[in-house]
T-cell receptor
Framework: DAGVTQSPTHLIKTRGQQVTLRCSPK?????VSWYQQALGQGPQFIFQ?????ERQRGNFPDRFSGHQFPNYSSELNVNALLLGDSALYLC???WGAGSTYEQYFGPGTRLTVT | EDQVTQSPEALRLQEGESSSLNCSYT??????LFWYRQDPGKGPEFLFT???AGEEKEKERLKATLTKKESFLHITAPKPEDSATYLC???????????FGTGTLLAVQP
């Protein structure tokens, strides 16, 4: 049973550029959440997608956007990159947008902005 | 405001030396408290879910407990392979987002 997968593993971008990160959820899951984790901190919620719509959003600017596809996979897009966007970006999948079930995390994408 | 505080920030144990990690939380209407283990540079690995005060879960050398204000992760006779950051998260109200603490970095020396 494949778990949550993310690509790419690492990415280096320059300030002002745009980046797209990808996530495939665990088999049987239909909900994808994205988190940003700075070094030494806990993950911070960015947004959640269910039925191809953004259902909830954390305190992140509009530069952060996303998409969910019919096969439940998801993308995270970040425009006009800032140095402060350097972090580990985590994707988590679960079943049911309003459920209390646990979320399973992927290995993350390490983004470095120079 | 929903909040999670973990203590201590870092903990160093000798192999076999049991201890506990604390997670204090304030949330409106707890809909689940979650423990994760995270190795350096990797995504969090799910360990336990607790839903109500008094609930306990066990897995190998780990045991998680929950009260109305905090949760404990007890580690019995730890081994070096238990070294990792342990994250606590809560889900509350009508949302499905997880609110994480900053974690406890555990180092178990042989």
């Amino acid at each position: 049973d494949a778990g949550v997968t993310q690509s790419p593993t690492h990415l280096i971008k320059t300030r002002g550029q745009q980046v797209t990160l990808r996530c495939s959820p665990k088999s049987g899951h239909d909900t994808v959440s994205w988190y940003q984790q700075a070094l030494g901190q806990g993950p911070q919620f960015i947004f959640q997608y269910y039925e191809e719509e953004e259902r909830q959003r954390g305190n992140f600017p509009d530069r952060f956007s996303g998409h969910q596809f019919p096969n439940y996979s998801s993308e995270l897009n970040v425009n006009a990159l800032l140095l402060g966007d350097s972090a580990l970006y985590l994707c988590a999948s679960s079943w049911g947008a309003g459920s209390t079930y646990e979320q399973y995390f992927g290995p993350g994408t390490r983004l470095t902005v120079t | 405001e929903d909040q999670v505080t973990q203590s201590p920030e870092a903990l160093r144990l000798q192999e076999g030396e049991s201890s506990s990690l604390n997670c204090s939380y304030t949330v409106s209407g707890l809909r689940g408290l979650f423990w994760y283990r995270q190795d350096p540079g990797k995504g969090p690995e799910f360990l336990f879910t607790l839903y109500s005060a008094g609930e306990e879960k066990e897995k190998e050398r780990l045991k998680a407990t929950l009260t109305k204000k905090e949760s404990f992760l007890h580690i019995t006779a730890p081994k070096p392979e238990d070294s990792a950051t342990y994250l606590c998260a809560v889900r509350g109200g009508a949302t499905n987002k997880l609110i994480f603490g900053t974690g406890t970095l555990l180092a178990v020396q042989p």
